[in-house]
């Protein structure tokens, strides 16, 4: 059983660049989450999709879209890159729907993203 | 809002001595706490869960963690340290009502010393 695989594993760009990173989720999962941890600091949130549609965002900025694809595997893309941007970025999925129950999320490897 | 915080940026402990990982939350309603672990340049582990019932979670690896309601905290533990528990580790935690956007605490560096 596959767990949550991402691409790619590292990345580097310059500032003004824009970028995509994709998410594979867990076997049986429908909703993807991202979320950016920059070194040193806990993940922060910046958005989750369900049935293909954003259900939820964080504080970030609309410089951050995503996708998600039928078969429920997801794209986060940043434009106009800044110094900024550089830090993991973490995609976790969960079953949306389970009759009130708390899902737990499982997180992906990560890609590693350097603006230079 | 919510917050999670980890008084602790670092814990220290020998080998085969019980170790704590401190987590305090703040969260409107009912809190849904998590921890996970996180290895040198991979992503986050889950270690277990606590959303009702029993104050003491047990998880994976020989980890528990004690939810204290009146002190607002979710400790993890484990009574025998390894060497391999040496990681990362951060308390998450959800709002009652908005199962979605997990708030992390800054983490704290475990290290087991042989």
């Known amino acids: 059983d596959a767990g949550v695989t991402q691409s790619p594993t590292h990345l580097i760009k310059t500032r003004g660049q824009q970028v995509t990173l994709r998410c594979s989720p867990k076997s049986g999962h429908d909703t993807v989450s991202w979320y950016q941890q920059a070194l040193g600091q806990g993940p922060q949130f910046i958005f989750q999709?369900?049935?293909?549609?954003?259900?939820q965002r964080g504080n970030f900025p609309d410089r951050f879209s995503g996708h998600q694809f039928p078969n429920y595997s997801s794209e986060l893309n940043v434009n106009a890159l800044l110094l900024g941007d550089s830090a993991l970025y973490l995609c976790?999925?969960?079953?949306?729907?389970?009759?009130?129950?708390?899902?737990?999320?499982?997180f992906g490897p990560g890609t590693r993203l350097l603006v230079l | 809002a919510q917050s999670v915080a980890q008084p602790e940026d670092q814990v220290n402990v020998a080998e085969g001595n019980p170790l704590t990982v401190k987590c305090t939350y703040s969260?409107?309603?009912?809190?849904?706490l998590f921890w996970y672990v996180q290895y040198p340049n991979r992503g986050l582990q889950f270690l277990l869960k606590?959303?009702?019932?029993?104050?003491l979670v047990k998880g994976s690896y020989g980890f528990e963690a004690e939810f204290n309601k009146s002190q607002t905290s979710f400790h993890l533990k484990k009574p025998s340290a390894l060497v391999s528990d040496s990681a990362l580790y951060f308390c998450a935690a959800l709002a009652d009502g908005s199962a979605r956007q997990l708030t992390f605490g800054s983490g704290t560096q475990l290290t087991v010393l042989p």
């Open positions: 999709y369900y049935e293909e549609e954003e259900r």
């Open positions: 606590y959303i009702t019932g029993d104050n």
């Open positions: 969260v409107s309603g009912n809190p849904y």
């Open positions: 976790a999925s969960s079953l949306g729907v389970s009759g009130g129950r708390i899902e737990t999320q499982y």
